[in-house]
């Protein structure tokens, strides 16, 4: 069974930043598609960034420059590192790798 653990969320003010890690279990990390959704309060899940086993990157509109994508196949981690943070950033944030699911990780901005 793989398993997904995520780290780094927490409570930032407007234009600071934080670093999303999500280590993945297994052998099969490298080889897999990756990415990053969110869920705002209130609203439905949305795609924020995805990586492809072959390194191509994809990212939400409202996050191209501010957000980086990565992964680090040696350790079987994805990361996002987050700047330029705004209110509207405020969301529980999801890893995927293939198919499965993190458990979601709280990030809020606010003064």
């Known amino acids: 069974q793989v398993q997904l653990v995520e780290s780094g969320g927490g409570l930032v003010q407007p234009g600071g930043s934080l670093r999303l890690s999500c280590a993945a279990s297994g052998s099969f990390f490298r080889v897999a598609n990756v990415g990053w959704y969110r869920q705002p309060p209130g609203k439905e899940r949305e795609l924020v960034a995805t990586?492809?086993?072959?390194?191509?990157?994809k990212y939400a509109d409202s996050v191209k420059g501010r957000f980086t994508i990565s992964r680090e196949n040696a350790k079987s981690t994805l990361y996002l590192q987050m700047n330029s943070l705004k209110p509207e950033d405020t969301a529980v944030y999801y890893c995927?790798?293939?198919?499965?699911w993190g458990q979601g990780t709280q990030v809020t901005v606010s003064s």
């Open positions: 995927v790798v293939a198919t499965v």
């Open positions: 990586i492809t086993r072959s390194g191509s990157i």
